[in-house]
Each structure stands twice: as structure tokens, then as C-alpha cells.
Nanobody
């Protein structure tokens, strides 16, 4: 069982930045960030394969968000720049035991508790 602990959410104005972090208690093949706004389905934001460092992004965040690993491969960051009100959501860190579709929630086995990101206009 892998436990995930997220940190770094908060409230910012449009155009601002936030950095999320996620620490996993064990090794996983891939880690990702997902978000869910009220009344909407959970959607993939970004993912990284922990071995190769390959990254994957949703079209809506390309060029604004960057996912990266720490020196310890069990820590993942999500740097969010040029934030928009539509980025407002609960953000979840997830970890996968297999290499499946990187931005689909069903591909992940372990989930964090979530951290709220609110962007005001």
C-alpha cells in the first residue's frame, strides 16, 4: 500500500502561481495530478513516469503547468503558472503500479486526500 501526502494548495488571483507537492511512501511506476471541480468529473492534468521521467499534460494546461520529480523519485511537484479561474478545483495526487493511459483516473491505484486550488478573477 502506497500513501500519498499532498501540499501546496491555496488561493491566488488570476495570473498567479502555485506549486503543489506530493510525497509517496513507496515506489510507483507513474505519478500524476488530477483535478475535480464541483459538478464535474475528475480529469487528468499531468503525469510523469518515475523511471524515464517522461511527462504528459492535458491540453488545457500545456505551457502553463510543469510536472517534475525531486531527487528522491517518490516526490513529485506540479508548478502551476498563469493560473486561470477555470483551474479552480480540488487537486489530487495519484500513483500507479502499471504503465497504463497516463491521464485516465482508472489507470491509478493510489490517491491522496486532495488539496484545494482556488483562482479568483
Amino acid at each position: 500500500q502506497v500513501q500519498l501526502v499532498e501540499a501546496g494548495g491555496g488561493s491566488v488571483q488570476a495570473g498567479g502561481t502555485l506549486r503543489l507537492s506530493c510525497a509517496a511512501s513507496g515506489y510507483t511506476y507513474r505519478m500524476g495530478w488530477f483535478r475535480q471541480a464541483p459538478g464535474k468529473e475528475r480529469e487528468g492534468v499531468a503525469a510523469i513516469s518515475t523511471g524515464s521521467g517522461s511527462t504528459y499534460y492535458a491540453d488545457s494546461v500545456k505551457g502553463r503547468f510543469t510536472i517534475s520529480q525531486g531527487d528522491a523519485k517518490n516526490i513529485v511537484y506540479l508548478q502551476m503558472n498563469s493560473l486561470k479561474p477555470e483551474d479552480t478545483a480540488m487537486y489530487y495526487c495519484a500513483a500507479a503500479r502499471l504503465y497504463l493511459s497516463p491521464l485516465l483516473p482508472a489507470s491509478y491505484n493510489y490517491w491522496g486526500q486532495g488539496t484545494q486550488v482556488t483562482v479568483s478573477s
